[in-house]
């Protein structure tokens, strides 16, 4: 950042509702220009939305590869989940206990609560690779915002 400049907190709710009033194009033009931001925030964040109770004992590695549509490449996020507590890592080096792939604009859409994962799944526009009854409770852990 330059300036040292505060990169401004938008509430999730909010955020939610920006997502939904958004259409497909503008979400893609913000993900182009602001990718990196857009993911770092969502992820950085996961670790508040995350209800270690709901998750038990439960110890697994879940992992987000965000599409990138000109290069055909992903962005990949591990979600490290032990001990009741969920720790977010960029490119981690553990192996995953499932995978989910996705396309930029339903990730964002997904995260906010504005599509789900089942109805994307269906699509073909969710790919979930490795323990798929982990892949279908996960999403419970997680306070998603809604909109």
Request: proline content about 5%; glycine content about 10%; overall charge negative.
């Amino acid at each position: 950042m330059e300036g040292g400049e505060a990169i401004p907190v938008i509430d999730p709710a909010h955020y939610a509702a920006l997502v939904r009033d958004a259409s497909d194009e503008q979400l893609a033009e913000g993900m182009r220009t602001n990718r990196e931001l857009i993911l770092g925030e969502i992820f950085r964040r996961m670790g508040e939305h995350f209800d270690g109770e709901k998750a038990g004992r439960t110890a697994a590695v879940i992992e987000w590869r965000i599409l990138e549509p000109e290069e055909g490449d992903y962005d990949r996020w591990q979600m490290v989940i032990e001990n009741r507590a969920c720790v977010v890592e960029r490119d981690g080096g553990r192996k995953p206990s499932v995978t989910y792939t996705v396309g930029p604009v339903d990730f964002i859409r997904l995260i906010s609560g504005n599509s789900s994962g089942p109805e994307l799944f269906m699509l073909g526009k969710l790919k979930v690779r490795g323990n798929l009854m982990l892949a279908a409770r996960m999403p419970a852990w997680f306070h998603i915002p809604g909109a």
